[in-house]
């Protein structure tokens, strides 16, 4: 019998705020453990909530975003259980009217060739709730501690419907909800510091069955890769269990994404009953049109509509526009560029290849790049008009990256303009060339344009490097057409 798997996430994003949920301490990594407290967070008495209108900004924005339904009224509920990690014995958090309902996240699949746009779908939401993070344990071999640092900051929920089919599937979603969420300004989404942390809920069932399995969970999905490895993982072991009579248990396992191994943690026979009611220190929240057109203004252009415009608008091949819409300072420079008047495809390779590289190598962001938008299109300008060589060009770049200065004040500086050809000793170069590559020159003249290219090599040794490219390409196609 062929089964299909049925899979849901669950996903916590911390929400990047100056302060906690309920109180002004505040939120941060990497303090000394214990210090990010008050009577607030460690539930002293006498301590009150008061609401963080920030926290309820972001996932506003973040519904706004994924197309949510936005409540007109929200409340928060007392989640009731006894954990080390929460001082009070209880988390505050929405059970039955959360902010946000509905909602999609568009993925990307792996397409036919890595160069190729994949399919597109949907996956649907169930719900985006907000509440408070609880504290983190650190176990020792004898011991554990508590470091309450992160309880109390605010934390959304987003709950997808069961509607991924696969460990690529899930991976495809988290990246396209992680970059929705940075370039939103709602989270930075780092995994190592617990920012976004995922649960799968995986099932199988017989192909053409619309009855669910038996769910199990996975926990620990500590990396956007484990998670899709470890939901293979589970697809294989559970696949293993039916082809060989058995029946799945509902329980939830814990998968170590360096061994690639799982082991169950509890079953469902020890799920909480977490006793949900209003929190009587916390009233509801009405968010009405003018608050939620106020963060509509907010949201940025999603990455696959700006790769979907950038392919329409600017011919831009795939290849350039799935690196640029994913990282949004890149991209609103390269539409700066263009807006100056640099030409796309140039200016995306130049971009993705060039600045790129130099940001990683001195580890910063687009925002503090010496080479302004307006000095890329200048160098551009140079390069299109055969003022400069391209292998010059890239020397000019770098020492723009690296000063600041403007590619006509580095070039003549430097001396690389490239050399004005005289016409006719251009042509007798030309003409050379064109005798010495016999083979070069039929194949050009039948039909194969790439076979120009074994002609320009001789004529700019000729002239030692110095030939305008352009004025290269125009006499030896003017002088091959005359035969």
Known sequence: MSYEAVIGLEVHVQIRTRSKI????????????NTLTDPVVLAL????????????????????????EIAPVCKWDRKNYFYPDSPKNYQISQYDAPVCRGGSVEIELPGPARNLMGEHKRIPLTRIHLEEDVGKLNHGATESLVDYNRAGTPLMEIVSEPALASGEEAYAYLTSLRATMIQGGISDCDMEKGQ??????ISLRPVGSTTLGTKVELKNLNSISFVRDGIEHEIRRQRSVLERGGRITQETRDYDGMTGTSQSLRSKEEAHDYRYFPDPDLMPVVIDAPWQERLRAECPELPFDRQRRFLADYQLPYTQTSVLVWDRPLADYFEAVVQLGGAPQAAGNWIINDLRRELAAAGVDPAASRVSPANLVALLRLIDSGSIL?????????????????????VDRRGLRAAPTDSGELESWCRDAIAGNAKAAAEFRSGKDGAINALKGPVMKAAKGKANPKAVDETLRRLLAAG
Do not use: H, W
């Open 22 to 33: 309920f109180t002004r301490v505040a939120a941060g990594y990497g303090q000394e453990p």
């Open 45 to 68: 008495p006498g301590a009150l909530p008061v609401m963080n209108r920030a926290a309820l900004d972001a996932i506003i924005k973040a519904g706004l975003l994924l197309g949510c």
């Open 196 to 201: 976004l942390r995922c649960d799968a809920n």
């Open 390 to 410: 391209n292998a010059a060009a890239k020397e000019v770049f770098v020492e723009m990256f690296a000063t600041g200065d403007s590619p006509e004040a580095i």
